[in-house]
């Protein structure tokens, strides 16, 4: 991410980008959010490290493979911010969003990692609650399956901390209580 490649003078960002393709040689470089790198204004050193990284990905182009991600308008921007980057990206790949069914599983495997498990009157809320998210440009996909386990859990914490001696069955299931509304 930007943090992993922007450093705060001049000349240094473009050390820390080759020092990170020369780690990744003969591997693949994701670069998440990329589109941070295209923020500030053009003292910014991210501009320094986009500009290094279009030398470096033909340089390099028959050793690393490099993938820039992040939210689709945002990267479109990032792309258009050095003539080069079009040509070293030809290929965009789009992934829809989770569906509901796929947010459920996801959210059944963090609670099963966890060792929680929905009954089946916290499994249904859980579906309702999925299908009532906006699928809008902020929509968290799997992020959204975590952070309603998170919540989950505490507010089951929540619920049973007041119960002396809980069993384990007390202790690892998720009632329709504890899944938000």
């Known amino acids: 991410d930007r943090a992993g490649l922007v450093v705060g003078y001049f000349g240094q960002t473009a050390t820390r980008v080759t020092e990170v393709f020369v780690r990744a040689n003969h591997g693949v470089l994701l670069v998440d959010e990329a589109y941070a790198l295209a923020r500030g204004g053009s003292k910014d050193f991210g501009r320094e490290a986009i500009d290094t990284m279009v030398k470096l990905i033909e340089d390099r182009r028959d050793t690393i493979v490099v993938i820039v991600a992040g939210y689709t308008d945002e990267m ?14 030809p290929k965009t790949i789009h992934f829809p969003d989770y569906s509901t069914e796929e947010l459920i599983a996801i959210f059944g495997l963090r609670a099963a990692a966890g060792e929680y498990e929905p009954d089946d009157e916290a499994n249904a809320k859980i579906r309702d609650w999925f299908d009532a998210q906006p699928r809008d440009k902020g929509f968290g996909n799997g992020r959204l399956a975590r952070n309603l386990l998170e919540e989950s859990m505490g507010r089951q914490a929540m619920r049973i901390v007041t119960i002396e001696d809980p ?3 007390q202790l690892t299931t998720l009632t329709a209580e504890d899944i938000p509304d």
């Open 76 to 89: 479109a921007e990032f792309i258009a911010t050095n003539p080069g980057l079009e040509s070293r990206f």
């Open 167 to 169: 069993t384990d069955d």
